[in-house]
């Protein structure tokens, strides 16, 4: 089992910037996948960033050049840094983990956390 623990979510205008953390607790962190996904009301949830444990990175479009995915293995942490927040960014983040490759699918993610609020007023 994987407990993931969001936080980092508020308020904030258009083009303001966040970083969302999420800590991992419970098998060895390193050895995970991490991503970020996020669901709008009345929407599905869908894909952000994921980073795989040697770094390697996959964004959607809709954040490419904005968001940019990290982690920090000694501290079990993966984080979302989020530049030039729109309208459109509002929505509960959720950070999620799984073994293998880098995937976009959300099927594909094992462990899943509580979610953050982001909320961008125009």
């Known amino acids: 089992q994987v407990q993931l623990d969001e936080s980092g979510g508020g308020l904030v205008q258009t083009g303001d910037s966040l970083r969302l953390s999420c800590v991992a607790s419970?098998?060895?962190?390193?050895?995970?996948?991490m991503g970020w996904f996020r669901q709008a009301p009345g929407k599905e949830r869908e894909f952000v960033a994921s980073i795989s444990w040697g770094g390697g990175t996959i964004y959607a479009d809709s954040v490419k050049g904005r968001f940019t995915i990290s982690r920090d293995n000694a501290k079990n942490t993966v984080y979302l840094q989020m530049n030039g927040l729109k309208p459109e960014d509002t929505a509960v983040y959720y950070c999620a983990s799984r073994q293998g490759s880098l995937a976009a699918g959300r099927s594909r993610y094992d462990y899943w956390g509580q979610g953050t609020q982001v909320t961008v007023s125009s």
């Open positions: 419970g098998r060895t962190f390193s050895a995970y996948v």
